[in-house]
Every structure is written in structure tokens, then in C-alpha cells.
């Protein structure tokens, strides 16, 4: 932990309120309050050029005449007047300065200039920035609410083990009083703002290094500093802590499509998922299950998570008891929904809970409505929790949870309470049982208000990944992207398509044979017919152009197919240049896969599979991961296309070669690990898959701009 930022952001001595107002119903009236009304006991200098005091404490007319040393700096002026703030603090040597005032980067091109240039002087001023428009931070440990959020004008809990970094301020108050109505509790709450400095990233690392946390909750638009947060998610598992993610953007198709078919697949949200998976953070699908998951994550720590060996191929088991069939229904029909299985007890457990005269039968709901007592519920529980034929146990309470709460919820607490449990036990109320979720978050137990929150939260936990551990290139691997990089030393821009299938015959994935044709008379001599295609980089997509034609069997076919193809190329583009032919013989096989790389500028280096073909993208059915990967997650990404199902030996269907088929994947994915990266996307498109060999026939390869 870097102390002193530490210090400065949530232990601060003194903390001036530039801006501070004396009219108690303004907005910059708030923090000096809150501090005050919540017990914060450091010093208050407010800052008020028209004021000698506020709210019976003294104030001053600029940072200059304060008396003592300010530790943390709110700022609350008209953004145009935010630099000569800036310029203050660094007289006053203040180390850290959250910016309330807006008008910077959310307001257009003017605004993200006068940002960049305040985050360049503050680096001169040894100055770290909060912000700009940023609605402040809530420190629970210590009462101290920095912040202009009206929820602070209510009741601030004790505090709890859970932090908040959010990119939206409004959320702080949401995320704190919807955890209130349901007695959950915060350690510290942070909005970045428009992140000229302090990002997500960063504050995550200090809070996952805080010994009052044990899970960090994230409210996300987007990811500016993607490395860092990543890092930050490695240090929380190695410390037995979790990190939770709530994305905004689940139906974004992304701000532009890159040029190959493999950012249209694999979209913006996908690599986001890609990104969160393979970084061990927890992704939650609603607002509410981030609002209540925190408890389900802290009591199973982060040994309990599942490795990437363990993966997708067998689906979790929740064994659901329940006082309610109408509720429990719900809840096992949302789990299926997310591919989750309602555990049915096996005939030994049914046994054992015969010997108790608790009478079950081999059912997905465990239905003690008529037969409850709190012994049996408690043994029924505990048996479970013991049971080696599910992965969680889901208790469903109904209307007892609100009026008797003896009957499900106290053998709950007190079966959860025995021992520390090698599987998740959670709840979910079908009342509105405020006292019931209360003593079960005082007891550190997850408790849920909706079945699909519930059953969100259940998929998160189960499907939760240890972080992958990048695998290391072998000196063959490495000889290759060596040569590889030397064949791209002078290349620029897209790389036509003979460039990009020497591109990936130099990573050692199998590509068609292939002639090249300079100049007419135009003949070929491959056995069999052959396909034909136009070299030139500005036809990426040669399909939509006409500068394709296959099934060619002789020279007279050929010729034609030339004039017919340049023609339609110089419709399409007329100013495209047009560097040869290239022959190719044709391939056929089981099935044609897409196979793509792409270097995100916001999450780094990304491999996709898919259903290949020139309906690839509209089918969407694909694998993200981020890149490089190994050769079982090459066989999990191949697993989880369900497009390739019949390869996979689907009904008896022949399988394909899928081993050939994860070493390309691996293959393309080492572009990764190239020296400066300079490959933005790689596009392989089809491939052809056979019975004993996988085929590149079609390439893509776009290098960074400058490269």
C-alpha cells in the first residue's frame, strides 16, 4: 500500500472545503456537515472568500491563510477556476485534491484539454487528483464523509467489510441506502469521477490492501486502466479477498467496429467478460445482486473458488430447501436459466434423513413446507452442507420469515454459525422480512429479495475462476514470433491476404497451399479446381467485393474469373490496388471456424473463436479470452461455441480435429506476447476443419497505426 496516499485519502488531519457554502440547503454546504453530523473529529478549514465562519467553526478566504497543514483538499469553484485551486494547493504542499466541479472531460474536446492539462500540472505539483467531476468518498471506519451525496443526510451505519469504487457518484448513495433497508454494511466508498489520476485500478489495490475489507464491490461504465485493476484483482485472491464488478453496457455493440468480423463477435461486452474472467472478478448481472452478494463471497473465501481445470464442462448443483414451493420454483427455474442444476438428494442422503424422521424424496426442491420443525430444517441444512452431491445449499424461507422467524431463519443462523463451511449457504426470503434480512446480514449471511438477484448471485459464486496464469512461450514459440516479427519490420496498415497467411505460417498454424499470379496470360496447373482470389490490402473483405471465385478448373475459367473479379473489385472500390492472384486449392472439410486476435485499446490482447464463414457475424456464436492461452483453454473455448457442437462429435457426428484445432487457437493467441504488439487485429476466416487437420485458407492482419 502506498501509505502516505493512503493516509491522505482516508485518514486525513485536516481537510479544506474550497467552495464551502454557510446556506445549509446548498449542495456545498453538504460535506461540512456530514462530517460534522456523523462524528468526523479532524479539522475543517472551509474555504469562503465572503465568510469569517460556517456552521460555528472558522473559515477562510483561501487555501494561503489557513493556520495548519491540509491533508486532503474538496474543491467545490466553477471548473474555470479549479487550476488557481490547484496552483494553492501545491503552495500549501496539500497531497491529495478531490474535484466536485465539472466542466472538463463529460462536457466535449475543450473540457478533456483543460482536464489533461490540469492532471499535467498536478503531476508537477506532486499532487494527486480525485476527479474532476466527482461526487467525493464515504469513509465508514472513520465517520468521515467527504462527500455532496444527499444520502448522508440520513442515518450512517457501523461500519461493515465491504467497499465501493464506483465511476458513478449517484451510486454511493443507492448502493448504501438500498444496503441499509437490508442492515448490510460499508468500510469505504469511492467515486472516481472523470479519473484524471486516481482510477479504478489504483484505489482498488489500496482497498484490497486494507485490513478492514474483505470484498470490493465495482460500479463500471467503462475500464481506463485495465493493468492495474488487473494486478489489483491477483493481489485480492492472493489475499483470500474477492472483487465483484457490475458492468454497465450488456447490449453495447462498442463505440466502432474494427475492421476483421472479430470485433463485431466479440464486442465490447464480451471482452469485458473475457477480461473479468480471466483476472478472477466476480461479474454480477444486476444492480441489486451487487448490492447483496458481498456476504455469499466473504463467508466462502477465495480458496473455495474453482480453478480453470475445473471449469465449465460439469454444471454446478444447488440443493434448494424450502418452506415455500411457489418461491422455490422460481428460483430453480432462474438457476436453469443460467445453467445451473437444482441438485436432487441421492438415496443415501434420503436415508440418512429417514433416520431422523425427516421424510424427502429424490426431488430438485427439498419441500419441508408442511413438515418443518427448526430441528428438522437445522439437520436437513446440515446434512447438506456435509453432502458431497452439491456445490451450494439454497435455503428458501416464506411468510415464517416474516412473522416466524424461529421456524426457517434461526436454524439457518445457527447451522451457518457451527463452522466455517466448505460451500456456500444462502438465502432467499419471499416476504418483505426486514428483521429477518437484517439478522441474517449481522450474522455475515448472503440473503437475497428477489429470486432473479438470488439466483444471479449463485451463478456468480459458482462459476467464480481462480485468475488464469499466462502460460510461457517455449524457445520454439519464441524463435517464431521473433521470425514473425521480422517479417512485419517494414509492413503497414492491413496486410493483404498472401502477407497475413505467411504472417500465420510463421506462428506454425497450418495454412492452404497457395500460387501467386503476377501478370497475364493467367494460368494455373493445381490438380483439381482451385479458388481464385485478388491480392490486394484494400479489399479486406473479399466476399463483399466479388474478388473471390471458387471451383476454377482450367485456365480459360481463370481468365475469366480475373476479369470478372477485378471489375466488380473496382466497383466496389475504385481506387483499390490490386497486386496479383492469388490460387489456392480447394479445401473441404467438417465444419469452417473463425479464429481471431485483437489488441483492445481498453483491456489489452483478446483471441475469439467462432462459427466461421460469411455468416460469422451474424450468427455472434463465440469464445473470448484473453489472450495468449494454453491448450486446455483452447479446448474450453472450443467447448463453449455451441455452433461447433457437430465437430465436437455431437450424436455421433465425426469429430474434427480438435487438438490441431486449439493449438492454432494458441497459435495466434502467442501474438500477444510479441515484442510492442504491434499487430492491432488478426483474423483467420475460415478455417477448415477436418477429421485429421485444421486449414487456414482466408487472412486478415492489421497492424497499429505507425507500425
Not at 605 to 630: C, F, I, M, S
Request: aromatic share 4%; proline share 6%.
Amino acid at each position: 500500500m502506498d501509505q502516505a496516499l493512503w493516509s491522505a485519502l482516508f485518514e486525513p488531519q485536516a481537510v479544506a472545503l474550497v467552495g464551502a457554502s454557510g446556506e445549509a440547503g446548498k449542495n456545498t454546504a453538504r460535506p461540512h456537515q456530514f462530517m460534522r453530523r456523523h462524528g468526523w473529529t479532524g479539522r475543517i478549514a472551509p474555504i469562503n472568500r465572503n465568510r469569517g465562519e460556517i456552521f460555528g467553526e472558522p473559515a477562510w478566504p483561501d487555501l494561503d491563510a489557513v493556520p495548519f497543514p491540509i491533508d486532503h483538499a474538496f474543491v467545490m469553484v466553477p471548473g474555470n477556476q479549479v487550476s488557481e485551486v490547484l496552483e494553492a494547493c501545491g503552495r500549501k504542499r496539500v497531497p491529495v485534491v478531490t474535484i466536485y466541479s465539472d466542466g472538463f472531460a463529460e462536457s466535449g474536446d475543450e473540457g478533456a484539454r483543460a482536464q489533461q492539462a490540469l492532471a499535467a500540472r498536478a503531476r508537477e505539483l506532486g499532487i494527486r487528483l480525485l476527479g474532476p467531476n466527482c461526487i467525493g468518498l464515504i469513509d465508514v471506519v472513520r465517520r468521515m464523509p467527504l462527500t455532496v451525496n444527499a444520502t448522508l443526510a440520513g442515518e450512517l451505519l457501523p461500519a461493515g467489510r465491504t467497499a465501493v469504487v464506483s465511476q458513478s457518484g449517484s451510486m454511493l448513495g443507492t448502493l448504501l441506502s438500498r444496503g441499509q433497508a437490508r442492515g448490510l454494511r460499508y468500510s469505504r466508498m469511492v467515486s472516481v469521477g472523470n479519473e484524471a489520476d486516481l482510477g479504478v485500478g489504483e484505489l482498488t489495490e489500496l482497498l484490497v490492501a486494507d485490513p478492514q475489507t474483505d470484498v470490493v464491490l465495482l460500479f463500471l461504465e467503462t475500464l481506463r486502466d485495465a493493468p492495474r485493476l488487473a494486478a489489483a484483482a491477483r493481489a485480492a485472491n492472493a489475499s483470500g479477498k474477492a472483487i465483484v464488478a457490475y458492468k454497465l453496457g450488456r447490449s453495447a455493440l462498442g463505440a466502432e467496429l474494427a475492421v476483421s468480423h472479430t470485433g463485431a463477435i466479440a464486442g465490447e461486452d464480451a471482452a469485458y467478460d473475457a477480461f473479468f474472467e480471466a483476472h478472477g472478478i466476480v461479474r454480477v448481472e444486476m444492480i441489486e445482486t451487487l448490492i447483496e452478494i458481498a456476504p455469499l463471497l466473504a463467508r466462502s473465501a477465495v480458496r473455495h473458488a474453482r480453478s480453470e481445470s475445473s471449469s465449465r464442462r460439469l454444471p454446478p448443483r444447488v440443493a434448494v430447501v424450502s418452506t415455500t414451493g411457489g418461491g422455490a420454483a422460481m428460483i430453480v427455474d432462474r438457476l436453469g436459466l443460467l445453467g445451473i442444476d437444482a441438485a436432487i438428494p441421492t438415496e443415501s442422503f434420503i436415508a440418512a434423513m429417514a433416520a431422523q424422521d425427516i421424510r424427502l424424496r429424490a426431488a430438485p426442491v427439498i419441500d419441508l413446507t408442511l413438515a418443518a420443525t427448526p430441528k428438522k430444517y437445522a439437520a436437513v441444512l446440515r446434512g447438506l452442507l456435509e453432502a458431497d452431491f452439491c456445490d451450494a445449499v439454497l435455503a428458501v424461507v416464506g411468510s415464517s420469515a416474516q412473522f416466524q422467524p424461529t421456524l426457517a431463519v434461526e436454524p439457518i443462523v445457527a447451522v451457518a454459525g457451527e463452522r466455517d463451511w466448505d460451500k456456500p449457504l444462502v438465502s432467499f426470503l419471499a416476504p418483505q422480512a426486514d428483521a429477518s434480512l437484517a439478522l441474517l446480514a449481522e450474522r455475515g449471511i448472503a440473503a437475497f429479495r428477489t429470486p432473479e438477484a438470488c439466483a444471479d448471485a449463485l451463478a456468480a459464486r459458482l462459476c467464480w475462476l481462480r485468475p488464469t496464469v499466462p502460460s510461457q512461450p517455449t524457445p520454439e514459440e519464441q524463435a517464431r514470433l521473433r521470425r514473425a516479427g521480422d517479417h512485419l519490420a517494414r509492413a503497414h496498415g492491413v496486410l493483404d491476404e498472401l502477407r497475413s497467411l505467411d504472417v500465420f505460417d510463421t506462428l506454425g498454424v497450418p495454412t492452404v497451399a497457395r500460387r501467386v499470379l503476377r501478370e497475364a496470360p493467367w494460368r494455373h496447373d493445381l490438380e483439381g479446381s482451385v479458388a481464385v482470389k485478388l491480392i490486394s490490402s484494400d479489399l479486406p473483405h473479399k466476399t463483399e467485393a466479388g474478388a473471390v471465385s471458387l471451383g476454377i478448373r482450367n485456365s480459360a475459367e481463370l481468365d475469366q474469373a480475373v476479369a470478372r473479379m477485378r471489375a466488380s473489385a473496382l466497383r466496389y472500390q475504385p481506387d483499390a490496388r490490386i497486386d496479383g492472384i492469388l490460387v489456392q486449392p480447394m479445401v473441404s472439410g467438417l465444419a469452417e471456424v473463425l479464429i481471431g486476435y485483437r489488441d483492445d485499446p481498453a483491456l489489452g490482447p483478446l483471441v475469439t473463436l467462432g462459427v466461421g464463414g460469411q455468416l460469422a457475424e451474424v450468427y455472434k456464436d463465440a469464445a473470448t479470452r484473453v489472450a495468449p492461452v494454453d491448450r486446455a483453454q483452447g479446448h474450453d473455448m472450443i467447448s463453449a461455441v455451441r455452433g461447433l457442437a457437430p465437430i465436437r462429435g455431437w450424436r455421433g457426428l465425426p469429430k474434427g480435429d480438435l487438438d490441431g484445432l486449439a493449438d492454432a487457437i494458441v497459435a495466434l493467441s502467442r501474438l500477444a506476447l510479441m515484442e510492442a504488439r504491434p499487430i492491432a487485429e488478426a483474423e483467420i476466416n475460415p478455417m477448415i476443419v477436418s477429421r485429421d487437420r485444421v486449414t487456414a485458407v482466408d487472412g486478415l492482419v492489421v497492424l497499429k497505426s505507425g507500425d
